[in-house]
């Protein structure tokens, strides 16, 4: 009896529905997606990296009123927000591609305004609060593409509230399956 009263109130409660979170528990194989992205990257001093990007159909699975439903991700990757780097070669500093997600909507058109620069990727700090909680704050910084001349690239962060803006340049020539990037 005890379960048949659980049983209906979970599917009358809005956050979340007894459906999903079955359906959640069961297992489904990733469709890999025909063909590769291969980015290639050229630096002045004659160093050259590669990152070949393979996507994959996964099913996105959770507890969640708004369902579950069929993503596309970078093979390797735990879900389809996350990105892949090339590092560069100054300090810390990485080149951010785009996801599967957006490799795919774009259908290859790919521009440097789908580039972004990271630095200090993985930093992060962890504090505790007088409560006891613990705050976790990314120490990195994200710079977005503002323009390009020849293979000099200007990339930007803050410029809002009260953070200043800061603008750094790096030089190398990017190219996505072979095609320069601009």
């Known amino acids: 009896m005890r379960f048949l009263v659980l049983f209906f109130v979970s599917m009358f409660i809005s956050s979340c529905g007894i459906i999903e979170c079955v359906d959640s528990q069961f297992e489904r194989e990733p469709i890999p997606i025909k063909g590769e992205s291969l980015f290639e990257v050229a630096f002045p001093s004659g160093v050259t990296k590669s990152h070949s990007i393979k996507c994959e159909k996964y099913y996105d699975a959770i507890c969640a009123e708004r369902g579950n439903s069929w993503k596309i991700r970078e093979v390797g990757k735990k879900s389809s927000h996350k990105r892949s780097h090339i590092p560069v070669v100054t300090d810390g500093y990485e080149i951010e591609l785009p996801n599967c997600r957006q490799l795919k909507d774009t259908n290859s058109k790919i521009t440097m305004n789908d580039i972004s620069i990271v630095w200090n990727k993985?930093?992060?700090?962890?504090k505790q609060t007088n409560e006891g909680t613990v705050v976790t704050s990314w120490l990195g910084k994200s710079y977005y593409y503002v323009s390009s001349k020849n293979d000099i690239h200007?990339?930007?962060t803050g410029?809002?509230?009260?953070?200043?803006?800061e603008i750094v340049e790096f030089e190398f020539n990017l190219k996505l399956n072979g095609?320069?990037?601009?």
């Open 159 to 165: 410029g809002y509230r009260d953070v200043p803006q």
């Open 179 to 182: 095609i320069s990037l601009k």
């Open 122 to 126: 993985d930093g992060s700090e962890t």
């Open 154 to 156: 200007r990339f930007k």
